[in-house]
């Protein structure tokens, strides 16, 4: 069985909210558990690379990784729902 595309959102953010956008990308095997995951905060006023991506989280080449503005570091990887969080607050306080 292959991995199912669970999640596929994309949100735009109003200026007086901070601009951008979030993308977010989930995929799950049968049993309900994360196997895939991309989730972005872009705002091309910010950060012209990258494709404008400031923050984001992903696994997609192999390894638990963030970008931050360009660069990519590897990340412990608890859990999705910890990612989740994590990327929450790091676009929150850069939308500040």
């Known amino acids: 069985m ?6 596929d959102e994309f949100h735009r953010i109003a200026n007086k909210h ?10 799950a095997n049968h049993l309900g558990q994360v196997t895939r ?9 910010m950060h012209q690379n990258d494709n404008g991506r400031v923050i984001g989280y992903g696994n997609q080449d192999g390894f638990h990784h ?7 570091e590897k990340i412990v990887f608890t859990s999705f729902e910890d ?6 607050q790091d676009w929150l306080f850069l939308r500040s």
Request: proline residues 0%; contains cysteine; positive net charge.
């Open 37 to 45: 995951y991309n989730l972005a905060y872009i705002n091309h006023r």
């Open 18 to 27: 901070g601009n951008g956008q979030l993308g977010r990308e989930v995929w």
């Open 66 to 72: 963030r970008h931050y503005f360009g660069k990519i």
């Open 83 to 88: 990612i989740e969080v994590q990327f929450q």
């Open 2 to 7: 292959s991995d199912e595309k669970i999640c």
